[in-house]
């Protein structure tokens, strides 16, 4: 199995004058390797779970998209993730952000 960051789709069910804000700062944080960041090592998603089961994987992806997202943009509150492994082992997801 294989994550490629740049994969990760953000969905809103709402719409108000800040959503492509949100967006594009969800977007960042989404694409950004954990470590890579120079003055915040703990930006960005942390894919050490690559290589584990599926379900596994999934589970500790959206605890992962889950806790940053909490951390990075408060803004953002996230309905559902939906993911998707395509049959060349490549997990996609989709986060869907809700206002309430």
Known sequence: MTIDLKNITVAFDYADGEV???KRCLETLYQTPEGTCPLDREFGLNTDFVGMPIDVAKNLFA????????RYEPRAMIKTINFTATSDGLLKAEVVITNG
Not at 63 to 70: L, S
């Open 20 to 22: 492509a804000d949100i």
């Open 63 to 70: 605890v992962e998209i889950q806790d940053k997202t909490d």
